[in-house]
Nanobody
C-alpha cells in the first residue's frame, strides 16, 4: 500500500520542542526529495522544509535556524525536529514526496503551540 503516515504532533508551550516523524512506503521515499508542509486554520498549505536523497536541505525563512529536517533511508522515514516553537507554528503538518507520488498525502499531525 502506498502511503505516508505522520506522527509526533501535540500541544507544546512556546519555546518548546517537538519531533515529527513521517513513515513512507519505500516506493514513495527511496528515490525522491521529501518535503514537510504545514497548514494553519484558514491559510494555504506552505512548504516548511525539504531534504534530497543525498541529504541536502532547505527551509522556509520562518523556520530557518529552529527546525531541522532529516531522513533515515533504511527506515523510509523523514523527521522534522522543531525547536523554539512559536504560537505561529500552530498548524497541521504533512509530509510529501516530490516525485510521481506527489498526489499522495497522509492524514497529517497537529501541532499546537500555546501557553
Amino acid at each position: 500500500q502506498v502511503q505516508l503516515v505522520e506522527s509526533g504532533g501535540g500541544l507544546v508551550q512556546p519555546g518548546g520542542s517537538l519531533r515529527l516523524s513521517c513513515a513512507a512506503s519505500r516506493i514513495i521515499f527511496s528515490s525522491y526529495t521529501m518535503d514537510w508542509y504545514r497548514q494553519a486554520p484558514g491559510k494555504q498549505r506552505e512548504l516548511v522544509a525539504s531534504i534530497t536523497t543525498g541529504g541536502g536541505t532547505a527551509y522556509a525563512d520562518s523556520v530557518k535556524g529552529r527546525f531541522t529536517i532529516s531522513r533515515d533511508n533504511a527506515k523510509n522515514t523523514v523527521y522534522l525536529q522543531m525547536n523554539s516553537l512559536k504560537p505561529e507554528d500552530t498548524a497541521d503538518y504533512y509530509c510529501n514526496s516530490r516525485g510521481p507520488w506527489s498526489a499522495i498525502w497522509g492524514q497529517g499531525t497537529q501541532v499546537t503551540v500555546s501557553s
